[in-house]
């Protein structure tokens, strides 16, 4: 299943770079990005549950191979997510 992500150009080559610069495809680059988001939303939902007492210990999920050994870099400016909210309006 493909999806479509419109992008400006200035994130896309800084998308671009960042692959170049850590020897990933664009691909393979979103795909950890997308992982790593995933992750971290389950994390969170899990630790509001537990804070709401629906929970008693956060279920373990082991992470893919890419994602283990992944050190996002940070990239200046917004988040990517507010970028595209705010192109789509």
């Known amino acids: 299943m493909s999806k ?3 992008l400006s150009d200035d ?5 671009t770079d960042l692959a ?3 020897q990933r495809t664009l691909e393979e680059m979103l ?3 997308l992982a790593t988001y995933e ?3 389950y994390e969170r939902v899990h630790q509001q549950m537990i804070a709401e007492g629906l929970l008693a210990a956060l279920p373990t999920r082991p992470l893919p191979p890419e994602v283990e ?4 870099e940070e990239i200046p400016g917004p988040p990517l997510s507010e970028t595209i909210r705010e192109e789509r309006r």
């Open 20 to 22: 170049q610069q850590q």
């Open 11 to 15: 994130t896309y080559q800084q998308l």
């Open 69 to 72: 050994d992944f050190d996002p």
């Open 31 to 33: 795909r950890v990005g």
């Open 4 to 6: 479509v992500l419109e």
């Open 39 to 41: 992750a971290a939303r």
